[in-house]
C-alpha cells in the first residue's frame, strides 16, 4: 500500500525559513521522479520543485528561484523542500507527489494530503 506523508508545514513570519518532509512507502521511491506542489486559496495547484530518481535532474518554478531547494534521501525514503526568505505569497498547502516521466510527459502517480505553510507577521 502506497503511503506519502507530508510534516513541517506551520506558520512562519516573512523572511523566515521552513522544511518540510516527505515520507515514502509502499513503491519503488528510487524509481519516481519526486515533486512538491503547492496550492493557495483560490488558485490551481502549481509545481513547486521536482528531482529525477538520482537527483541528477532538478527543477524549480521561478517564483522559488533561489530561496527553495529540494533534495532527497533514497535510503530514508524522503525527499525534503528547504524553504528559505518566505514572502507571504508562498502561503499554501504544499503536496508531495510521487511520478513519472512517460514520452517526456509527467505524470503524477502518488499524492500526500498536503502541509499547510503559513506565511505572516
Known amino acids: 500500500q502506497v503511503h506519502i506523508v507530508e510534516s513541517g508545514g506551520g506558520l512562519v513570519q516573512p523572511g523566515g525559513s521552513l522544511r518540510l518532509s516527505c515520507a515514502a512507502s509502499?513503491?519503488?521511491?528510487?524509481?519516481?521522479?519526486m515533486s512538491w506542489y503547492r496550492q493557495a486559496p483560490g488558485k490551481e495547484r502549481e509545481l513547486v520543485a521536482r528531482i529525477s530518481g538520482a537527483a541528477l535532474r532538478i527543477t524549480y518554478a521561478d517564483s522559488v528561484k533561489g530561496r527553495f531547494t529540494i533534495s532527497r534521501d533514497n535510503a530514508q525514503k524522503r525527499v525534503y523542500l528547504q524553504m528559505n526568505s518566505l514572502e507571504p505569497e508562498d502561503t499554501a498547502v504544499y503536496f508531495c507527489?510521487?511520478?513519472?516521466?512517460?514520452?517526456?510527459?509527467?505524470?503524477?502517480?502518488?499524492w500526500g494530503q498536503g502541509t499547510q505553510v503559513t506565511v505572516s507577521s
Open positions: 507527489c510521487a511520478g513519472m516521466y512517460r514520452s517526456s510527459t509527467y505524470y503524477p502517480d502518488y
Open positions: 509502499g513503491f519503488t521511491f528510487s524509481s519516481y521522479t
